[in-house]
């Protein structure tokens, strides 16, 4: 999960300027609980802010329009719009490609960035 520089999700900031995150912070300890990676986008960049604001209120969006019959259900529809964010919808940040296309031009100029291979999955007509 990315998100911003918030207190509400970071103690990255004090009184004293910028530290390196303690990992303490109430956020923080969910996420690990829940086995969820959490990265923090750079400060002062708020182009990558307005990514992630963008991404999470198509989330927000995705979660109004749809009732949900269980937790599994949800768990379901959220893993499908991850795969087809990542493999099907180009993103103008990515020069219009897919984070996955993205990715594979990626792992081909720097190959001794990646342990696995990137690769495509089945698109959502298939």
Known sequence: MVTDNGKEF???FAATD???PTGRHPFDRLCADHGIEHR???PKRPQTNGMVERFNGRIADLLRTR???SGEHLKDTLREYQRLYNHQIGQKALGHRT???TLKARQQDRPDLF????YNQPGPDS
């Open 10 to 12: 970071t103690d990255r």
């Open 18 to 20: 910028e530290r390196e």
């Open 40 to 42: 923090l986008i750079r």
């Open 67 to 69: 009732r949900f019959d």
């Open 99 to 101: 984070p996955v296309e």
């Open 115 to 118: 342990r696995k291979r990137v």
